[in-house]
């Protein structure tokens, strides 16, 4: 069936970096862009931006810029999500989810990113 | 950026009650809204895209309606498993928006 699939709960400290995975099964990869949504501690949904998986570009949301970085490994079918020089505003569960003509349809399970010292 | 803005913020309800929860988007969307439920350490779920179209295996209890700016989410006959969060979205302009949420819960 179509799903995502992310990694495990990570815990970092300041400073750090970490890459969260997505990988998608059941449908094609490049067809359909994916999207990174953070949910902050009892907070609502906030888009972070998305990637094109056919042409590589992404476009990040205003607060997302810098350190954040969207990838991907069609070989794989697989997204990435890669925060670097870690704080701790940053603790929060994260999304990917993906987009066609229906809003977005499919999302992963979620993974929690944690930064304390 | 486009703000949207759910009504109320939380709502208690019973079983079998008709709910009705609101979405006001600070410029004209068009009918680029979505409405997902979220569950306690869960992903949202679409229920509603395009403002009225029900996603596939979402029960015809949930509906959408709604243009421009104003737009509704009801529940016709509330179910115990619909006791959750629910968030609006726009995805007519960039950057793409949610709506704060709206609890809903047991009365």
């Known amino acids: 069936q179509v799903q995502l699939v992310q990694s495990g709960s990570e815990l970092k400290k300041p400073g750090a970096s970490v890459k969260v995975s997505c990988k998608a099964s059941?449908?094609?990869?490049?067809?359909?862009?994916m999207n990174w949504v953070r949910q902050a501690p009892g907070q609502g949904l906030e888009w972070m931006g998305w990637i094109n998986t056919n042409t590589g570009n992404p476009t990040y949301a205003q607060g997302f810029t810098g350190r954040f970085v969207f990838s991907f490994d069609t070989s794989v079918s697989t997204a990435y999500l890669q925060i670097n020089s870690l704080k701790a505003e940053d603790s929060a569960v994260y999304y990917c989810a993906r987009y066609g003509d229906m809003a977005f349809d499919i999302w992963g399970q979620g993974t929690m990113v944690t930064v304390s010292s | 950026d486009i703000q949207m803005t759910q009504s109320p913020s939380t709502l208690s309800a019973s079983v079998g009650d008709r709910v009705t929860i609101t979405c006001r988007a600070s410029q004209s969307i068009g009918t680029w809204l979505a409405w997902y439920q979220q569950k306690p350490g869960k992903a949202p779920k679409l229920l509603i895209y395009?403002?009225?179209s029900l996603e596939s295996g979402v029960p015809s209890r949930f509906s959408g309606s709604g243009s421009w700016t104003e737009f509704t989410l009801t529940i016709s006959s509330l179910q115990p498993d619909d006791f959750a969060t629910y968030y609006c979205?726009?995805?007519?302009?960039?950057?793409?928006?949610f709506g704060q949420g709206t609890k809903v819960d047991i009365k």
């Open positions: 395009k403002a009225s």
């Open positions: 979205q726009q995805y007519s302009n960039y950057p793409w928006t």
């Open positions: 059941g449908y094609s990869f490049t067809s359909y862009v």
